[in-house]
């Protein structure tokens, strides 16, 4: 499997060593003909205005969108998770792509000394994992979308809609790698259905 990270801000290259330790293919997202190449997408945290301005400049907003509505799976952190939703507070209504149908706040809790870290309970695993919380985004209204990670007073953190996956924390901060090795298996899902 090939894996892209997009490489236009933010600490991509967390991400990358992260999938590279899990055993795949992974290629930086810097231009348009580079989507193509890729079965699977990870937008990193940085900041979400420079990241979108950076797509649209270099003819990738459209592009992710239509990529994302044919099926690519796509992990978006913090800032990834703003692109990917389809309402941000105080944004304009098209400011994300839509794909994950929850309602997100930037920047919720507060400057970057108001980051902090705290347990995320796992849907899909009984131990928690650790979350790195950076001027991280909140998730106020889930929608349709699945909570696969809370923190401890329920509040969702991690949530996925179909082929895509959000987190309002940075797994690439830490060691464990239980949540990349989650999106790569909803990228064997993908690829599987598409062979049926």
């Given at each position: 499997m090939t894996v892209g990270v997009l490489a236009l801000q933010g600490d991509f290259e967390r991400h990358q060593e992260r999938l590279a330790a899990l055993g795949v293919e992974v290629v930086p997202v810097k231009y348009a003909g580079d989507l193509d190449r890729v079965e699977g997408l990870v937008i990193p945290g940085g900041e979400s205005t420079t990241i979108r301005r950076l797509l649209v400049r270099s003819s990738?907003?459209?592009?992710?969108?239509?990529?994302?509505?044919?099926?690519?799976?796509?992990?978006?952190?913090?800032?990834?998770?703003?692109?990917?939703?389809?309402?941000?507070?105080?944004?304009?209504?098209?400011?994300?792509?839509?794909?994950?149908?929850?309602?997100v706040e930037r920047n919720a809790w507060g400057r970057q000394r108001e980051s902090f870290e705290a347990p995320v309970r796992l849907a899909f695993d009984d131990t928690p994992v650790r979350g790195v919380f950076i001027r991280a985004p909140r998730i106020l209204?889930?929608?349709e979308a699945e909570v696969l990670g809370r923190l401890a007073d329920g509040e969702p953190v991690l949530v996925r809609y179909r082929n895509v996956l959000g987190a309002t924390f940075h797994p690439e901060l830490t060691e464990d790698l239980r949540v990349h090795r989650y999106f790569l298996s909803m990228m064997e899902e993908a690829h599987a259905s598409q062979k049926s």
């Amino acid at each position: 499997m090939t894996v892209g990270v997009l490489a236009l801000q933010g600490d991509f290259e967390r991400h990358q060593e992260r999938l590279a330790a899990l055993g795949v293919e992974v290629v930086p997202v810097k231009y348009a003909g580079d989507l193509d190449r890729v079965e699977g997408l990870v937008i990193p945290g940085g900041e979400s205005t420079t990241i979108r301005r950076l797509l649209v400049r270099s003819s990738m907003w459209e592009q992710l969108r239509y990529r994302v509505e044919e099926g690519l799976p796509v992990f978006g952190t913090c800032a990834g998770l703003i692109l990917l939703s389809r309402n941000v507070v105080a944004e304009d209504e098209d400011y994300g792509l839509g794909a994950l149908p929850v309602t997100v706040e930037r920047n919720a809790w507060g400057r970057q000394r108001e980051s902090f870290e705290a347990p995320v309970r796992l849907a899909f695993d009984d131990t928690p994992v650790r979350g790195v919380f950076i001027r991280a985004p909140r998730i106020l209204d889930a929608g349709e979308a699945e909570v696969l990670g809370r923190l401890a007073d329920g509040e969702p953190v991690l949530v996925r809609y179909r082929n895509v996956l959000g987190a309002t924390f940075h797994p690439e901060l830490t060691e464990d790698l239980r949540v990349h090795r989650y999106f790569l298996s909803m990228m064997e899902e993908a690829h599987a259905s598409q062979k049926s």
